[in-house]
């Protein structure tokens, strides 16, 4: 099984920051990486896959980046609205894995 | 416009069993593998089992084996996970998910999740 591991746990930032969250796969998935935000309460949604395509409607803020077993996303400026918990996750193997989170708050 | 409704959870005994279905709709089922994922209350996603668009496919992860069943039926654009010998830390929301047809097979739409309680 492919481990996941993010980083860091908790992010703390103020609105028009920029945000870096990292991911780390525990052997290569190539580009079959997808990132995903939660909010409270929410479902999870779908804002990058292939490491480093935004998925329809996410907006430019959201950048991702990576291949082999780091990945990488960044939010250029925190809106209100991005405050959330955001997963990645592998598909290149079975089982598909996700990482255990990074929230980001204020 | 996709939509997933999963139903059926509820509070269960352990040891007991229940069916999950998800009634998707905006898009045509019979050509999309889909999966099951859940989160424990204050934890993180945790993939269940995915499926291929006709069933030729099915995967579960190793904790469940031979507890959990994933099936469908295209007929009725829906999507089952039936459970058993259930037990106390298989209380989750369980969601199910759509695997993307465009490059990759990640996971483009979720449903809202039904909650599973299981305990005495």
């Known amino acids: 099984e492919i481990v996941m591991t993010q980083s860091p746990a908790t992010l703390s930032v103020s609105p028009g920051e920029r945000a870096t969250l990292s991911c780390r796969a525990s052997q290569s998935v190539s580009g079959n990486l997808a990132w995903y935000q939660q909010k409270p309460g929410q479902a999870p949604r779908l804002l990058i896959y292939?490491?480093?395509t935004r998925a329809t409607g996410i907006p430019a803020r959201f950048s991702g980046s990576g291949s082999g077993t780091e990945f990488t996303l960044t939010i250029s400026s925190l809106q209100s609205e991005d405050f959330a918990v955001y997963y990645c996750?592998?598909?290149?193997?079975?089982?598909?894995?996700f990482g255990q989170g990074t929230k980001v708050e204020i | 416009e996709v939509q997933l409704v999963e139903s059926g959870g509820g509070l269960v005994k352990p040891g007991g069993s229940l069916r999950l279905s998800c009634a998707a709709s905006g898009f045509t089922f019979s050509t999309y593998n889909m999966n099951w994922v859940r989160q424990a209350p204050g934890k993180g996603l945790e993939w269940v089992s995915s499926?291929?668009?006709?069933?030729?496919?099915?995967y579960y992860a190793d904790s469940l084996k031979g507890r959990f069943t994933i099936s469908r039926d295209n007929a009725k654009n829906s999507l089952y996970l039936e459970m058993n010998s259930l037990r106390a830390e298989d209380t989750a929301v369980y969601y199910c998910?759509?695997?993307?047809?465009?490059?990759?097979?990640?996971?483009?739409?979720w449903g809202q999740g039904t909650l599973v309680t299981v305990s005495s």
């Open positions: 292939g490491a480093s």
């Open positions: 996750q592998q598909y290149n193997n079975w089982p598909r894995t």
């Open positions: 998910a759509r695997v993307s047809a465009v490059a990759g097979n990640h996971f483009d739409y």
């Open positions: 499926i291929s668009s006709s069933s030729n496919y099915i």
